[in-house]
C-alpha cells in the first residue's frame, strides 16, 4: 500500500492567517489525491479532489496543488469554521490510504 | 437526497463478531464502489476495506485482513462488513462511503460506533 505523509501533525494559527499543510506519497500517484476535512461527530467532507479541484460548494480559501509525491494544502484567511483536521487520501493505487492527518487548532 | 446509513454497531467482547450495514439511497447502488473507513478514538482516519460494483475486486487494510468479510447486495442497495476475532484495537467509529467517481468518496454515512471491551 502507498503511505502517506502529512506534515505538520498539528497546527496552531489565528483567524485571518494562511496556513499550509503537506502530503508526501511513498510511491507517485499523479494527481489521484483528496483533501478531507474532519471535525468531532461529523462525516469527513471532501474539500478537493483531483488534488486541485475545489468541489463543490467549498470556500475559494482553499487551494489543493502537487502532483507526483508532493502535494499541498492551503487554508487562506483562517475563519472560525476551518479549525478541524485534515487528512490527504490517495486513490493512485488501491487500497486507497490516508495520510495520518493534522489537526489545524485556534492560537 | 442520497442517503447512507449505517447500523448494527455494539459493544462486543474481544474475541466476538459483529456484523455492521450500510443501507444507501437516493444513487445507483450497482454502479458504485464502496468503502468501509475506521477513525479509532483518538486516531486518524483508516481505510478498513473495498469492493467493487460487482464484488470482483476485495481488498482489505492490513489489520483486518483474515477477520473482516465486505460484501454487498445490490438488489438491496446494501454494503456489510462481517467482522469476526474483533480486538480492542478495533474500537472505532465506523463509516461507509462512496462517490460517482473512482477514488472521489464524496458520499458519506453519519458512522457507527464499535466498542470492543470486556
Known amino acids: 500500500d502507498i503511505q502517506m505523509t502529512q506534515s505538520p501533525s498539528s497546527l496552531s494559527a489565528s483567524e485571518g492567517d494562511t496556513v499550509t499543510i503537506t502530503c508526501q506519497a511513498s510511491?507517485?500517484?499523479?494527481?489521484?489525491l483528496n483533501w478531507y476535512q474532519k471535525k468531532p461527530g461529523k462525516a469527513p467532507k471532501l474539500l478537493i479532489s483531483d488534488a486541485s479541484n475545489l468541489r463543490v460548494g467549498v470556500s475559494s480559501r482553499f487551494t489543493g496543488s502537487g502532483s507526483g509525491t508532493h502535494f499541498t494544502l492551503t487554508i487562506s484567511s483562517l475563519q472560525p469554521e476551518d479549525f478541524a483536521t485534515y487528512y490527504c487520501?490517495?486513490?493512485?493505487?488501491?487500497?486507497?490510504?490516508f495520510g495520518q492527518g493534522t489537526r489545524l487548532e485556534l492560537k | 437526497q442520497v442517503q447512507l446509513v449505517e447500523s448494527g454497531g455494539a459493544l462486543v467482547e474481544p474475541g466476538g463478531s459483529l456484523r455492521l450495514s450500510c443501507v444507501v439511497s437516493?444513487?445507483?447502488?450497482?454502479?458504485?464502489?464502496m468503502m468501509w473507513v475506521r477513525q479509532a478514538p483518538g486516531k486518524g482516519l483508516e481505510t478498513v476495506a473495498y469492493i467493487t460494483t460487482d464484488s470482483n475486486t476485495i481488498l482489505y487494510g492490513d489489520s483486518m485482513r483474515g477477520r473482516f468479510t465486505v460484501s454487498r447486495d445490490n438488489a438491496q442497495s446494501s454494503l456489510f462488513l462481517q467482522m469476526d476475532s474483533l480486538r480492542a484495537d478495533d474500537t472505532a467509529i465506523y463509516y461507509c462511503?462512496?462517490?460517482?467517481?473512482?477514488?472521489?468518496?464524496?458520499?458519506w454515512g453519519q458512522g457507527t460506533r464499535v466498542t470492543v471491551a470486556s
Open positions: 462511503a462512496t462517490g460517482r467517481e473512482a477514488g472521489i468518496a464524496d458520499l
Open positions: 487520501h490517495q486513490y493512485g493505487s488501491l487500497l486507497y490510504t
Open positions: 510511491q507517485g500517484i499523479k494527481n489521484y
Open positions: 437516493g444513487i445507483h447502488f450497482a454502479y458504485y464502489y
